[in-house]
């Protein structure tokens, strides 16, 4: 592993070979012209690898001319999923200018921070978000706004209009991308996402899923997220498959998607929860999905049950793991053995990734001990935009701290215990939180949950369940439950039933705003 990651590094950073995203669309172009790349199924939209190369081409001509100084320069997109989307998305890379996709599900005010921190020149919005743009983008450093309508799509006009243009070699170092992470601990960082970063995350998803040319991807994941822009798109179009966007997830629909023989669907990609809601439509039990060669999942581990329920429906469900920072790092083979073995690990490393589970004091934890994921390799990040503290606290001796706690088995597999930080300690035990979640969402009346650790006079810290239930269950349901499922001092103390839990704008449980909510509590019942 090493040895592949230090042959990729030496061959990227040689004088005779200048590596470029862009270079696998030129590529499948002349190999594969006629071949349908990306197919906008909302816009009913449909390109070629030659179409694309050439629409990618001439958007890469108009940012040239938009843009004060092209390389460098920040091109911000609020928008539901599009071609449009990605074909900025490649025009920037081919120019050195770098894409800020923002998240819809924010809030103006929210936007507007990133948008101040990415400081973008160029601002292009779908008309569905109007409100929001504006509160994001108004007396910021935004020179040009861009508007896309169903009955007036400046951008596609404005590319109409342009001529095609050479890529240029900005180098492989050159950020392309700024992803922001879901901040459930504080402000939102910009991870930067360069073109090394992007060929080699491509080539982890593609190598470790056996994306080929012969392949079709549903891409329901946003493409303001890692899994989407730089996963299922970027890791199809490397491989010279076809991509079809959607531009917005309905279990129903998905399914009906999967299930159609015309649009061939091959590979799926879904965190847990559209899973379940696939799982748990009634559209599931009459869907054909035999095309299907894997359900890829990320995001969060699967709960062993749901993991046997897709395996006897005939659907692989290939866990794996990934972040903003380093895009796919693990996952499972596409072998169902493995699969049913191995439930509840996130896999082997990717191919172009190094691990270390790291101690809290320094040391190499032993086979099954838990310590903290470190990665390196050329898909992860050089760090955080405008936040050298922020990235300084990340590294250490050029390993990226990922701050999830992980161990890895006898045979080389890893498996997510839970974030570092979510690990509270009672009695002398450690408890991680994930481990409790999955044995709640085991019961059939838990929709969603999360545990948090809390204050406790006798054991320093005891567990609180807050659980959305879908029918009728009371506490001392939770706790027989748990009892039959879990160590006693891994049952937690106290269960709080609430309507919904509070989440980030990419859907991540906001775990500091649950301790508030039990600290207020407690204070309301002492007094």
Known sequence: MTQLSGSFEAMATSAECAIRPTDFIAYHARVRPAQDAVVDLAGNRRLTYSEL??????????????????YGARVAILGRNSV???????????????????NWRLSGPELRAQVMDATPELFVYQSEFEDAAKQAHENTSVRTVVRIAPDKDELAALIERASPCEARDVGIDAPITLLYTSGTTGKPKGVIVTLGNAWATAFNFAIKNEVGPGDVLLCDMPLFHVAGLFG???????????????DRFIPEIALARMSDPDLAITLYFAVPQMAMAMLQDPAWSKSDLTRLKALVIGGAPLPKSIVDCLLADGVMPIEGYGISEAGTVTGLPLDRSVLQRKAGSCGLPA?????????????????????EMWLKGPSVT????????????????????????????????YQIVDRWKDMYIT????????????????????????VIGVADARWGESGCAYIVSRTSI?????????????????????????????RTGSGKVKKDALRRDFQELSKESAS
């Open 53 to 70: 190369d050439r629409e990618i081409a001439k958007c890469a001509s108009y940012l040239c001319d938009a843009l004060a100084n092209p």
């Open 84 to 102: 449009a989307h990605l074909v900025l998305h490649f025009a920037c890379a081919r120019i050195g200018a770098i894409l800020q996709p923002l």
């Open 232 to 246: 299922v798109s970027r890791a199809a179009l490397f491989m010279g498959a076809t991509v079809l966007v959607s």
């Open 351 to 371: 191919m172009l990734i190094d691990i270390r589970i790291v101690t809290p004091d320094g040391g190499e934890a032993a086979t099954g001990e838990v310590g």
């Open 382 to 413: 050089p760090g955080y935009w405008n936040a050298p503290e922020a990235t300084a606290k990340a590294f250490h001796d050029g390993w990226f701290k990922t701050g999830d706690a992980a161990r890895c088995d006898a045979d080389g597999y």
């Open 427 to 450: 009695g002398g035990e450690n408890v991680y939180p994930a481990e409790i979640e999955a044995a709640l969402v085991e019961h059939a009346a838990v929709a969603e949950c999360a």
């Open 474 to 502: 009371s506490e001392q349901d939770v706790l027989a439950h748990c009892q039959a499922r879990l160590a006693r001092y891994k049952i937690p103390k106290h269960v709080r039933f609430v309507d919904t839990l509070p």
